[in-house]
């Protein structure tokens, strides 16, 4: 990932957490609980999971808290001050989590370490999308699930008012809350552009390491979880 937006994510860390919960109203949350479900780690032991673009550790924490004992987490993201956060929040929770910093596109990790791997909004902020597909298959088991939870662009009448919502008002508070608008309006625009859908399917079965895919709409298609069962 480039400098610039390894800068840009460490300049808004200490918003970050609030920024999420006032701008989608705590929804995020209830999409990243349905990743939980989706992995289907429930009565399993000695599960190892990898969550990567953690960045202030929510979708790991929240692995960590419904499986603590059954469920080894590691998470992995670029940005110091990211992680830092992350770290403390595991800490006040006693949660065990192996926090490191990493690309995404280039895994320090051995073939078939893991059982599931995951990825919560940072697959479209990394430099090759195909390229962190096939690490995060790569890493996992064969058969095991990869989980991809990212925004997508609603459809009919609902679209005209989140892109309202999205392209005004989501620049504007992330510049007054974080003191930093070009990020909100990156977030935002890459948001914008990034393939959802059938065309992110069409990405997932270009790598040929799946053997089963589907997808799943979230509030309207908003945002969109995709998971692919490793070949």
Partial sequence: MSDKIRNMFSEIAGSYDLLNDILSFGIHRRWKNQVVRLAEVSGKTDIKLLDLATGTGDLAINFKKKFKSTCAVTAVDFSEKMLAIAKEKARSMNLEIDFRQGDATKLNFEDNSFDV????????????????????????????????????????????????????????????????????????????????????????????????????????????????KTV
């Fill in 117 to 228: 791997s995951t990825i919560a909004f940072g697959i479209r902020n990394v430099d090759s999308v195909v390229s962190c597909l096939n690490e995060m298959s790569r890493v996992v088991k064969s058969g095991s699930k990869v989980i991809v939870l990212e925004f997508g662009q609603p459809k009919g009448l609902f679209s005209e008012l989140y892109t309202i919502y999205s392209k005004y008002i989501i620049p504007y508070l992330g510049k007054i809350i974080s003191k930093n608008f070009n990020a909100y309006n990156y977030l935002q625009d890459s948001s914008a552009k990034f393939p959802c859908g059938g065309e992110f399917i069409d990405i997932m079965q270009s790598t040929g390491k799946f053997s089963e895919i589907f997808y799943q709409q979230l509030s309207f298609g908003i945002a969109f979880i995709y998971v692919g």
